[in-house]
């Protein structure tokens, strides 16, 4: 059966928000698509533009709508703590904070226990890094390629891709390690017989590039906006192991991996089995209102002395979003959905790469945070990168009525990522969808 929808007629709301997105935000906020969509409404996994037109969200807010859009449940806690109290900063305790962090200390692995919280990933990733720098007495930290860390000057320096690293110059002190990316493995070897070069390679990135004494190693499970870049099963053994022997921590990104997504684990990292000393999220931990946090064990956190605050960090109406989205997530064992919808959904994507072998290069991720990659001709080994094939069918699913994300430093990856309560008829959509798009762009 065809997919193919009719688009509403451009509305007035539509060229009005178009245009005055162009003349008052900065031209660099980037927007998907060529004519860029406005959204105005969404309920559970289905929004829709100022158009009128509905679409399938597999995408999610860049991983954050965890439970679905306009969750009666989180918002009506969000509504319950507004009446109460909108806003303290956390000069004050609060119910829901200590809620929220006894919560993290309870669900987050090892011995893994305070919090402090911010309003982002950025902030997260910006105060795990100052405290491996107290705990430890050092300040060189190690990232990785194709590692993303946000928007700051410190996590700009930490991100491995040229087109989100804005300055000439950096914070000093980052080293980056290469990338256990095994579709495009920068050693030129092959998994397994590579002995997990990738990793045993930081052990001389240590040696010949810093003072052979570090403060940290920080990484996410899986590379995010690195187009989902899923390392092989030792690689983070190899790695942290590595990291301990010159001093150093490891603080574990789960802003994209983190509550759930990856399947079958409440954490990205789990799936190692491997324990962070410092972990970070955002995101998907309160369903799209802003918040971060950084967990670390008591003995890392108690190496901050100097004093601190954060005027939204820890807000009473994000931190019981927070707690209801957790709640949400346990009491329906979305968890295990996203292990049993990921495994349909990257079923569905074998599959489609079996019927466009040229044009599908990889299929990689775990749970609901998968991605295919597109390259000029996988048959021919020709890896090279095919961005305008990816462009083609992203608008095409677009006019579909489905939404995807994009990623890879060449920007030829789609990012599929649906809310954690996505059902099999959703996965099915999505997949026909996804099947009519790549044919109607020309892939083969």
């Known amino acids: 059966m065809s997919t193919t929808k009719t688009s509403a007629p451009t509305s007035e709301l539509t060229r009005t928000v178009r245009e005055k997105h162009r003349e008052f935000l900065f031209p660099a906020t980037i927007q998907y698509y060529k004519d860029p969509i406005v959204l105005t409404e969404g309920k559970g996994l289905r929004i829709r533009d100022a158009d009128g037109n509905e679409y399938l969200d ?4 860049i991983l954050t709508v965890s439970v679905g859009h306009a969750n009666d449940r989180v918002n009506a806690a969000v509504r319950a703590q507004i009446d109460r109290l909108s806003h303290v900063s956390s000069l004050y305790p609060s119910l829901p904070v200590v809620e929220l962090a006894e919560r993290l200390a309870r669900i987050t692995p090892g011995n893994l226990k305070q919090t402090c919280f911010t309003a982002s990933g950025t902030e997260a990733d910006e105060t795990a890094v100052m405290m491996a720098e107290l705990a430890t007495g050092s300040t060189e930290i190690i990232a990785l390629r194709h590692g993303y860390s946000g928007r700051s000057t410190l996590a700009q320096s930490l991100t491995g891709h040229s087109t989100w690293r804005p300055l000439p110059s950096m914070v000093p002190g980052v080293k980056h390690a290469v ?3 095994c579709y495009r493995c920068p050693l030129h070897l092959t998994y397994p017989s590579c002995g997990i070069a990738c990793a045993q390679d930081i052990d001389e990135l240590i040696r010949t590039t810093t003072t052979g004494r570090i403060a940290a190693f920080i990484a996410e499970p899986i590379q995010g906006v690195g187009g989902f870049i899923t390392p092989p099963p030792e690689y983070f053994e190899i790695a942290v192991s590595i990291i301990r022997k010159f001093g150093g921590v490891f603080i574990c990104d789960e802003v994209q991996t983190g509550f759930g997504r990856t399947g079958g684990t409440m954490w990205g990292i789990e799936h190692w089995g491997v324990q962070p000393d410092i972990m970070t999220a955002a995101k998907g931990i309160a369903n799209g209102l802003p918040l971060g946090m950084t967990i670390a064990t008591p003995e890392i956190a108690s190496a901050l002395k100097a004093l601190t605050i954060s005027t939204f960090g820890g807000n ?14 346990e009491e329906e ?6 292990g049993r919808m990921g495994a349909l959904l990257r079923a569905g994507l074998e599959e489609l790469k079996a019927r466009f072998p040229h044009s599908v290069g990889d299929v990689r991720g775990m749970g609901l945070m998968q991605a295919i990659e597109m390259v000029v001709d996988e048959v021919a080994r020709d890896r090279t990168p095919d961005p305008a094939m990816t462009n083609r069918v992203f608008e095409a699913a677009r006019e579909r009525g489905l939404l995807i994300g994009k990623g890879g430093l060449y920007g030829n990856s789609f990012r599929i990522a649906p809310a954690l309560n996505v059902t099999a008829p ?14 109607a762009a020309g892939a083969r």
């Not at 597999?58 to 807010?61: A, D, P, Y």
């Not at 959703?426 to 044919?439: G, K, T």
């Open 58 to 61: 597999f995408f999610g807010g």
């Open 333 to 338: 064992d979305l968890v295990g959905n996203a």
């Open 426 to 439: 959703d996965v099915s959509e999505a997949l026909a969808i996804l099947h009519d798009s790549l044919a």
């Open 316 to 329: 009473p109406v994000s931190t019981a979003a927070a707690n209801a989205t957790i709640q949400i997530i």
């Open 179 to 181: 990338s256990p990316y």
